[in-house]
């Protein structure tokens, strides 16, 4: 696992207190995370602070699970 | 119109002297202060270095991490307080309508340490807006109430109210007022604050409402003592299940007492000085008494404001002796302030809890810390100075007011048997 995906799980399990097991490339935040719309949103900014980028929020509407998260960061993230 | 009549049937209690209400009144009794050296922030340059916390309070024990870090901490204390007097009220969540069940809370401030940890955070960065996306939602005062009704499912009016000292006695006399109007059956009720931050204490202390005597906390909250220097602060939560008498007869709840009459009044006079004759609260004090149908000489005790500050305490005696005249010499009066510090917008109900507490033991909490007489204090008023005193009470009231010149006072009476 990249340290990106390291990083975002930790973030993941952190902020939305579920199990490590759970937080698979598939889980959606909404449908298996339990994550509300503010909830999101905070990934998102904790996302932005960790890894020092800007997300627009066109661009964060397409983030909704683990595995999209992972695929944007390491793709934009350290730019 | 005949308005229905209101009893209270459940009590919970988060205070500097007791994380539960038999806690709470056991320290009472015993003359306990709340007060020490402030743990939740690094004091050592503020003015006064020493508040009345809570003590050994682990918020996840109540509140699931998750949710609890989407609230500030005087949502805590009004969740885990509102808990409590659920429970004690015996209530079967399962069979009362809870569309006719609100939640009215006050709280003088609301989510300070959430305010201020959230602009702190943007200040220090580099200009760039990356607030919490539950900042607002832990900040505003309301939401201590929307919590408690997600939590039961309570779909009664839920709002809360702010009149800084007097916030929760303001939601209590809302409440007991929906409640004999018959708009609803049952009201939680009750006030929280956590006001314990940099904020909190540097705002105080620059408009020099707090002691400073850092040498000796537990001594700093001395109402009608001469040497008074200025209130305590406190923190915490207290909760009241309000409910209309035949509904609580008819399941045969515990009934602490009958909330008989509440009063309300304005100075009209100064941002923080209260009114140098005490007009407001005798207006309050006078228009509790004639919503009660009762006359001076009924009340046994009084829970006085009392917050130990120099002008605020002899304003308010004599306003009592305005009203009461020879009787406000024979009766008992105390300031539990000096135990438990001011609880600001919490401080009517963890009061209101305190002569529940008169009347379910027929002990009157004391005054502590008294020293030196004040020479502008008349001896003739029994403060129940350092010793609790027994006393066979029936009638109790309790007053608040706060900055802005806001004055309440509620009445309970205990049933008769």
Redesign the interface.
Known sequence: MSEIATKVKAIIVEKLGVEESEVTPEASFTNDLGADSLDTVELIMEFEKEFNISIPDDQAENIGTVGQAITYLEENAGK | MTLRRVVVTGLGALTPIGNDVPTYWDNLAAGTSGAGPITKFDASKFKTQFACELKGLDVTQYI???DARKMDPFTHYALIAADQAVRDSGLNLDTINKNKVGVIWGSGIGGLKSFEEEVINYAQGDGTP?L???FI?RMIADSAPGQISMRYGFRGPNYVTVSACASSLNAMIDAFNYIRLGRINICVTGGSEAAVTRAGVGGFNANRALSERNDSPETASRPYDKDRDGFVLGEGAGALILEEYEHAKARGAKIYAELIGGGMSSDAYHITAPHPDGLGAYLGMQDAMDDAGIKPEDIDYINTHGTSTPIGDPQELKAIEKIFGEHAFRMNISSTKSQIGHLLGAAGAVEAIACLFALERQIVPPTINHFTADPEIDPRFNLTLNQAQPRKMTTVMSNGFGFGGHNASVIFRKLSE
Do not use: A, E, L, M
């Open positions: 699931p991490r998750q990356r919490n996306p539950f939602v």
